[in-house]
């Protein structure tokens, strides 16, 4: 099957318009309704849409996607007629889809398999958040190992050594190709603040931290090496595990036949034996690569520092010069000065009149009436200043590594966070809150402030969003 045979033809269209960053910012919003919900309401991912993108669709122009359904030019410009032209968009190209609930007519959103998948390419690229390096090496170790206390899973066992191994061999050229991009990047005209931030900032923990740590300590290869090629060595020697590892494939509907699941065995096999036999080549490259970027990061580092292009430094190095008298000469020619004023109105001068302050007469209080739209103004005020999402990323702080978080654990450093912790309370009674709230006797005591005992809970299937 071909990719087009299974994604719609006008599937990557919003990522080339105009508002792509408004469309790719709706698919974000999706993303995290499928990340809360098991079952999405269209009205709630219209109300997540509306709060989560409000400047954005006050701001766009819809007028091409009411063209497209038949509307009259205008009639969607409210928030709520833009995210439902957003919603329509989105399943005429195939990133969502729409069912009517069951004995009613209310509408669900599904998303399909091949969407999700790069909704979250998407907003991983989007993202600056390190990312984590999977233990390859121990995990196939870890696989062959367990699998001798297991017969019945020698199948999977093979199957996951050599899935981790062929991830194991991309990671380590993504790591030599990324160490490249970054000694290409020291060419570039860089201060030595720049320089410093790339080196022990971005490479540090993009880098060494990453992947080229791991490689060398927890998950080293010459660790396991031995006893991944001695399993499968002796799985070599014994037929009776060969035979195991084909039954299971064919029983598993993997190998259409025993001949053909005995010959994709030893490729599998003879692929983990001679990538761990000649992966040591690759990493003494990439130690080498590495050894050439620090060098020349360094090397760029000091000639930054010794070579001071700002004009104090030129300065300094015209004055060194001065002796030669054809600098001299240059300089007197070149440092002519003529000192000039003018006069004009402002620059006439009036003393001041000094004059004895006395008690004044106190301004009567004047009681002022409640205003209610000075009231409903002021609580839109609030509602724009403190947004759904604004509350939910002051929670995801609290929460950190946690599922579960107390009043115990908030730090209340500004008054601010002191807002946001009351509204995270009340945000947790919501339906499409994250998390949910469960009150407590009595109060306690933060930095002074007073704050109702709670206990906060993720709620079940929500991650890191």
């Known amino acids: ?26 698919l974000f919003v999706l993303r995290q309704a499928f990340k809360t919900e098991l079952v999405i309401r269209r009205e709630d991912l219209v109300a997540m849409l509306v709060d989560s993108l409000e400047t954005g669709m006050l701001n766009a122009d819809f007028s091409e996607e009411e063209e497209e359904v038949g509307m009259v030019s205008g009639s969607g410009e409210s928030l709520s007629g833009k995210a439902h032209l957003l919603i329509r968009k989105l399943r005429d190209t195939g990133w969502l889809e729409l069912e009517y609930e069951r004995g009613s007519f209310e509408e669900n959103i599904t998303i399909p398999d091949y969407a999700i998948e790069v909704i979250n390419l998407l907003y991983e690229l989007s993202s600056d958040r390190v990312r984590e390096y999977n233990s390859y090496v121990y995990a196939t170790y870890a696989a062959l190992k367990n699998s001798a206390e297991n017969h019945e899973y020698l199948y999977q066992a093979l199957a996951a050594a050599y899935q981790n191994t062929a991830r194991l061999v991309d990671e380590l050229k993504l790591l030599f190709n990324n160490i490249k991009r970054y000694y290409q990047r020291i060419g570039d005209s860089m201060d030595v603040n720049a320089l410093l931030y790339e ?26 090496k031995y006893a991944i090629l001695s399993t499968l060595n002796a799985w070599l020697l014994d037929e009776r595990i060969l035979e195991d590892i084909v039954d299971q494939g064919v029983s598993r509907h993997v190998f259409s036949s025993e001949e053909e699941g005995r010959e994709e065995a030893l490729r599998m096999i003879g692929y983990v ?95 002022k009436e409640e205003s209610a739209s000075l009231v409903e103004s002021f609580l839109q005020d609030v509602r724009r200043q403190y947004s759904d999402r604004k509350i939910d990323a002051y929670m995801e702080e609290l929460f950190g590594d946690r599922e579960v978080a107390a009043t115990e654990d908030a730090v209340m450093e500004q008054p601010e966070h002191f807002i946001l912790f009351l509204l995270g309370t009340l945000r947790g009674c919501e339906r499409t809150a994250p998390y949910r709230v469960e009150f407590q006797e009595g109060n306690t005591d933060r930095q002074g402030y007073s704050l109702p005992r709670v206990r906060f809970i993720r709620k079940r299937g929500q991650g890191n969003v």
């Open 199 to 224: 080196h022990f900032d971005r490479y540090k923990e993009q880098i060494v931290d990453t992947v080229y740590y791991p490689l060398k300590t927890i998950d080293s290869v010459p660790r396991f």
């Open 273 to 367: 034996a001679d990538t761990y036999d000649n992966i040591e080549g690759m990493i003494a490259d990439i130690d080498r690569k590495h050894v050439e970027y620090t060098n020349a990061s360094i090397d760029r580092i000091r000639y930054q520092m010794n070579a001071d292009r700002s004009v104090k430094g030129k300065l300094a190095a015209l004055l060194g010069h001065s002796q030669e008298k054809s600098v001299m000469q240059g300089m007197q020619e070149a440092l002519e000065a003529y000192r000039h004023s003018y006069m004009d109105i402002q620059s006439l001068y009036s003393r001041v009149k000094r004059t004895i302050k006395t008690e004044g007469k106190p301004l009567a209080l004047e009681e």
């Open 1 to 26: 099957m071909s990719l087009f045979e299974r994604i719609p033809d006008r599937f990557f269209s919003i990522l080339t318009s105009t508002k792509k960053e408004l469309y790719v910012e709706a």
